[in-house]
């Protein structure tokens, strides 16, 4: 029942719709492209070497085995630091990049058991609770099947098996 604005290419007008009306406006030979990965639990909270929490959220991994990360506190996360998460993990911030990123090593387990076991879904800022186990299933798009995403396209969200099958009739 989500409201879907509507603009017509040929004439400029607008309507306002329901997202259910979306496989109606389709016709044949047009073109729906799906992002079909699943969103990571990318979201990690650790702790720094000063006992205080440090909260990742890892943004793309990098062919050298590091990752790229937002990172809060950003002005205390510089090169050479490192947050733990329990006993078996930790990432050491080995660079500063630009736009507020933060180059990360991972020591200990393997990067995706990490997020497995202490990351959560990184769910968006207008979602103001926190992240709950179950998000790791009803944060993904129905169609979602490869790891990889840090958030979900949201507009996805709004698609049903129903809604897909719709599209494809």
């Not at 959220?57 to 998460?85: I, N, Q, Y």
């Not at 020591?107 to 497995?116: I, S, T, W």
């Amino acid at each position: 029942s989500s409201r879907m604005l509507v603009l017509s290419r040929k004439t400029g007008a607008i309507a306002h719709r329901t997202f259910r009306e979306f496989p109606t406006l389709l016709r044949p030979g047009d073109m729906l492209v799906r992002n079909v990965s699943k969103v990571i639990p990318a979201r990690l909270t650790g702790t720094r070497d000063n006992g205080r929490d440090a909260e990742i959220l890892l943004v793309h991994s990098e062919a050298d085995g590091t990752w790229l990360a937002m990172v809060h506190p950003g002005g205390k996360l510089k090169a050479g630091r490192t947050v733990r998460f329990g006993d078996d993990a930790s990432a050491e911030v080995v660079g500063v990049v630009g736009g507020g990123l933060r180059r990360l090593r991972f020591h200990g387990l393997p990067v995706a058991e990490v997020m497995d076991r202490y990351g959560t879904t990184p769910l968006p800022p207008y979602i103001t609770r926190p992240a709950e186990p179950a998000d790791r299933e009803l944060y993904q798009t129905v169609y979602a099947r490869d790891d990889g995403s840090v958030a979900a396209p949201t507009a996805g969200l709004h698609f049903t098996e129903e809604t897909l099958a719709a599209v494809q009739a």
